[in-house]
């Protein structure tokens, strides 16, 4: 049985960062396509960013530059360091595993991430 755990959301200012954590069991994170997305009240859930079973990464235009996925596949874990945030990154977070960039196969429970002043 999968199961996934996230950790790490929180309450922080504009401009600050925040490193949420996602523990996989019952699924070979290196061999795998992991994700993170993140929803809004009254809206999809949208796609943040992947990494890969090679290690390749992908993100979305809005977390360019600002955002960066790993893995610790021995802690069978993925991060999403978050940096530079903004309060339109405020969401729930939710770690992903296999799918694409459109959705996942299996889903976390979610993180709440708030951005405000």
């Known amino acids: 049985q999968v199961h996934l755990v996230e950790s790490g959301g929180g309450l922080v200012q504009p401009g600050d960062s925040l490193r949420l954590s996602c523990v996989i069991s019952?699924?070979?994170?290196?061999?795998?396509?992991m994700s993170w997305f993140r929803q809004v009240p009254g809206k999809e859930r949208e796609f943040v960013a992947y990494?890969?079973?090679?290690?390749?990464?992908t993100y979305a235009d809005a977390v360019q530059g600002r955002f960066t996925i790993s893995r610790d596949t021995f802690k069978s874990t993925v991060y999403l360091q978050m940096n530079s945030l903004r309060p339109e990154d405020t969401a729930v977070y939710y770690c992903g595993a296999g799918g694409s960039r459109y959705s996942a196969n299996y889903w976390g429970q979610g993180t709440q991430v708030t951005v405000s002043s």
């Open positions: 019952g699924f070979t994170v290196s061999a795998n396509l």
């Open positions: 990494i890969n079973w090679r290690g390749t990464t």
